[in-house]
């Protein structure tokens, strides 16, 4: 019998129930979000038309805001969440996000054309993921420790190039508009993010490359010994995650038009946080793109929406760590149960 | 000629002996019992088997050709699949992916042929490995219990179509219904031409379903005997007494 010759497996499947999809949904690590942010959205819709005046939800601006808001942490929690289902972390991205950007800036100013600083700050990037990498694997050390030292030292080596002060960003007008415009009303970077996260879900649940990066999280002692290169499938995953921290890094610096030393400050634990909400379970090996864009989404919603309601700031910060902490329970719940990806 | 062949094996960790001059055979259509206590060298004797080891100094053969497994995947290549304890599954993928781990059905461009998978899938569980309650292959491997998983395990070596199943102590987290399918399920594959070596401290299930017996004991084997040549007494006492 050839590979072609196997009967369809669907061949007689029985038609589910509601309950039944329900159940699926709930099973997947992003069912639990996608109802949360389902039920958030569907609430602030109507919030938004029973008081257009009070809580301008559905305006145009306050879309605009979002869209323009959503893309860096999203880029980042794409490159932090592959790491993390391949059963690593990296603490230093928002130090990277900030050091590849300065990098960027002062190659433009200096006269280079942004698009060849742009691929330069995310080789860049990626080379910095693969030294973590490397040195975490080499040594077998946490890469949570690793990782921080990258925090602090990238953190440090922008000082070292720049010293305190914000550096200009005026790229040339087609890379403006490519990465900081609009298109047909919608933001470029949103539509750089909606497209990257089409990519990475490809590369994720459609390609060999995914297969092997949960197989490395779930369980790397049986993938390698079934012969996938656990390391290299790793060392991948952290270059990938330096290199959207770079991207990120770009699509903030053509929005702001310079680049401030501590900008990145706080947001690898925003892009982790994310994941974390969105499903994506610490221990490796369970997780989705669909949950990272859900949790960065619905991060920015629940902002959005206390910032129209006029809350202090602290209400946030609060907010948040709760919603992590539920969706960790949920997730440690999920990894004790064995998981679904 | 054997299938498989182990000569004068000799594995050293350090100052520590683990195997000593073994050498045993594995032929056509035949289950081999690889039997010892605690430390009798069995697991690296597995290890060595499918390329996790590589022998201090002696060899293994294959059809009477020499060779030299480096990883696992120079030993599957050669038609041997190592079935663990706790086998070698991720919880986290589905029954097809596990099934196609390290061999999936792509396009050039490393795209995964999902629905051909979970095909093949299906019908290899439903023809080669019976048994009950996987209704479908896009179930969770963390979801099955221990048989189960066995199964899928089995079902993969079925599908490569692998010559020699090394099963290291595969009964030992299952139930007793589970245990009598296993069972079941290496009379069934060795009627079909596929050698199992059943390494166990279990000695009446190994009695159940094996031709012949390997003792081992302190890294050396003891006793090689057919089961027509003994009884379950005999290698009770071989084992306890050595």
Redesign the interface.
Known sequence: MT??D?????AGTQRRSPSDWLHQILSMPAGAILMVFLVVQLACVIAGLMFPDDFRYLSGQNMGIMMRSVPVLGCLALGAGILMIAGEFDLSIGSVYTFTAVIMAVLVGNGVDAFIAAPAGIAVGALIGLINGGLTLRFNLPSFIVTLGGLLFWRGAVLLINGAVQVRFDPNPVFDAMFGGTILGLNAAFLWFLGLCGVFY?LLH????G??V??T???R???T????NTGRIKLIAFAIAGGMAAFAGILATTRVGSVQPGQGTGLELQAIAACVIGGL?LRG??GSILGVFLGVMLIFTITDVLLLMRAPGFYLDMFIATLIVVASIFNHGLDR????? | MSLLALHNINKSFGPLKALNDLSFEIGENEVVGLLGDNGAGKSTTVNLISG?HQPTSGHISVDGQKQAFT???DS?EAGVE?I?QN????????IS?NIF??????NRF???N???M??????VLESAVHISGID??DK????LSGGQKQAVAIARAVFFKRRVLLLDEPTSALSVRETEALLNQVLKLKAEGVSSVLVTHNLYHAYQVCDRFVIMSHGTKVLDVAKEDTSIEQLTQHVVMT
């Open positions: 590979v072609t196997y009967p369809d497996a669907r490809l459609r390609h060999r490359f297969n092997h949960f197989a999280g779930g369980n002692a049986a993938a010994a079934i012969g996938v379970s090996g369970r149960r064995g998981g679904a990806l | 996790i990883c696992r995947r599957a190592t663990y086998t070698a599954l991720v919880d986290s993928l589905s992916r781990l390290g061999r999936e059905i792509t490393g795209m995964l999902l629905r051909k979970r095909d093949i899938s299906m019908h479908s292959p969770m491997v963390g979801d």
